[in-house]
C-alpha cells in the first residue's frame, strides 16, 4: 500500500495583506465529492467574499484549482502548488478573500495566496499514511527511557503504555522498518528483550 502525507486536522487561519482579509482553510477529503462539498459550504458561508480561491488533490483522483475571478495563474496555482510542494494528497484548501480596497497587482497576489495557503497547512499539520506493524514489547523500567528514543530512532510510534512488573509497550513501526528495529531491540539488551509483532494497520500518524 502506498505512504502519502494527509492533513491531520482541518484548520483555519487568517491575515490581512493591505486591507484585504485572506482567509485559508485546509481539509483532509478523501473523495473529490468530499471536497466539493467543503468548496461548496464556503462559497455559501462566504458569500459575500470577493473570491472564494480553492484547489484539492485527491490521491489517484481529481487534481483540480479556481481563480475564482482573479487574474489568472494568480491564485488557485498559487494554492495549488503550496499543497505540492508541502507533499499532500487528499486535501482541499480554500482561500476566501475580503478585497480591501488596494490592488496588489499580479505579484502581491500570488505571494498573497501562497502564504494564505501555507499559513492553513501549517495549522493543519502533515500525517503519513502507511502500513504499521503493531509490536507488543515489554520492558524493565530501567530500560523505557532508552526504548523510546530507539522508537523514535525507526520513525515508530509509542501507542500505548501499561505499568505493571514491567513496563509493557504497544509500538507502531513503519512496515519497512519493522526487522530493524526488532533486531536493534535483541542487539542492544544482550538478547535480554524481544518484541513480538501482533498485528498491521493501514492509517496516518502525525509525523
Not at 480591501?100 to 495557503?117: C, D, F, N, P, Q
Amino acid at each position: 500500500m502506498d505512504e502519502y502525507l494527509i492533513p491531520t486536522k482541518d484548520s483555519e487561519e487568517e491575515y490581512i495583506e493591505k486591507r484585504s482579509k485572506f482567509i485559508g482553510r485546509i481539509w483532509h477529503t478523501e473523495t473529490e465529492e468530499e471536497a466539493l462539498a467543503c468548496i461548496k459550504k464556503m462559497r455559501e458561508q462566504h458569500w459575500d467574499a470577493t473570491h472564494n480561491v480553492y484547489a484539492y488533490i485527491i490521491k489517484d483522483g481529481a487534481t483540480r484549482f479556481s481563480d475564482d475571478g482573479e487574474p489568472g495563474g494568480t491564485a488557485g496555482m498559487p494554492t495549488l502548488q503550496v499543497l505540492q510542494k508541502e507533499g499532500l494528497y487528499d486535501v482541499c484548501c480554500v482561500v476566501t478573500r475580503y478585497f480591501g480596497g488596494i490592488l496588489l497587482g499580479a505579484g502581491g497576489l500570488v505571494r498573497a495566496y501562497t502564504k494564505s495557503a501555507k499559513l492553513a497547512v501549517d495549522a493543519a499539520g502533515k500525517s503519513m499514511k502507511r502500513v504499521w506493524d503493531v509490536i507488543y514489547l515489554p520492558v524493565p523500567y530501567s530500560w523505557f527511557e532508552k526504548m523510546k528514543q530507539e522508537i523514535a530512532a525507526f520513525e515508530g510510534v509509542l501507542r500505548d503504555i501499561q505499568y505493571g512488573a514491567d513496563v509493557e509497550l504497544e509500538v507502531l513501526t513503519p512496515e519497512g522498518r519493522t526487522k530493524a528495529f526488532l533486531d536493534r531491540v535483541v542487539d542492544i539488551s544482550a538478547g535480554t528483550l524481544e518484541g513480538m509483532i501482533t498485528g498491521q494497520e493501514y492509517r496516518a500518524f502525525p509525523v
